[in-house]
């Protein structure tokens, strides 16, 4: 089935606190009627906004074409409008699906049984059109079917991208806990750092900050590492049309001269970060260094830091409280001039920093609430001997 609306209405998903950061990525790659919500931005588009979106948002996890909706009162009222679906003509019964639920409602309280009576549904109705029917296969799935329910609400989407867009193909290797790349390219932006000052990344781990500042500083789409989307899997998939707009932004990418410099006392963390960033092509834009932060040699002019020490899982108190001094006096006294963005979930331990925040965000990392502040280490003297805001 060719699609032929011209435009639809999207729904893309992303973290709590980057909805407005997403929202103007849409905006600026096309997107019309744009609008955010909590952990969702919606605007419309046609087929091609659907693959450009996937290729390049940095922000998103998720962009997703709502397909139905509806309104039910019983289990049986919900399988009825689910069969009505016309579902041989979104995918052919030779792909593999897999459903996942969101509820909102008093109706279910079991997101497992939801998306079973929404699976039984579409293979009954196949099995009337054409007399077989598709599989469900977790781990090797072609078609993402994605079920929200508020009260006794329904919307059916087909998700385009598939694995989330985090997951962006170039991380070879990683460390425990990373930073998901999508929260990274979101903390540049908010940040505010432009590839023309250099940038340190201190505690780099996979190396996260650092390719994902490459990949924005040099205008490479995050998506043309992934093997593949779901929309590719869809019935009115246009190869020539994604091809297109691939060439289109590829076409875009540029080469600029950058001071990004990636350091960690693991010299395991290091070299992982050193494979990814080749995977992702920009090894020779970061500088790689195996010291640890008290080490690092002070920026020459003004820079932008980008810490994400551990959080405290793995570390005892005491460990914490002496790890959070040392970065604060670090910055105090090796980094004047600069501006440090810390990003952490214990609240508890910025206490220890011991520096003044000119701005506090919060975000979600995962189901971890965290914070995002900035710390502005200023030159000499500011107002009567303080070196902070």
Known sequence: MKN??????ILLRTYAGLEEILADEVRNIGGAEVESYTRTVVCKGDLGFIYKSNLALRTALKILKPIHSFTFNTNDDYYKHCFEVPWHEFFSVDKTITIDSLLFSEKFNNSMFVSQLTKDAIVDRFRKEIG?????????TNIYISVY?????????????GESLHKRGYRAEQVKAPLSEVMAAGILKLSGWSHHFPLYDPMCGSGTFSIEACLMANNIPPGIFRPG??????????KTLFDQILDNLTSKIEQNPLQIFASDRSRVALQIAENNAKEAGVESDIQFNPTIFQKVASPTRKSWLFINPPYGERLQPAEIEELYKTIGATLKHNFSGCEAWLFTSNSEALNHIGLHTSRKIKLYNGPLECRLVRYEMYAGTKKGGAHLL
């Open 4 to 9: 032929t609306e011209t435009q639809f209405p």
């Open 132 to 140: 077989k029917r598709p599989f469900v296969d977790s781990k090797d």
């Open 149 to 161: 329910i508020k009260d006794n609400q329904v919307t059916l989407y087909l998700d385009s991208s």
């Open 229 to 238: 989307f779901a929309f590719e899997h869809w019935a009115d998939y246009d």
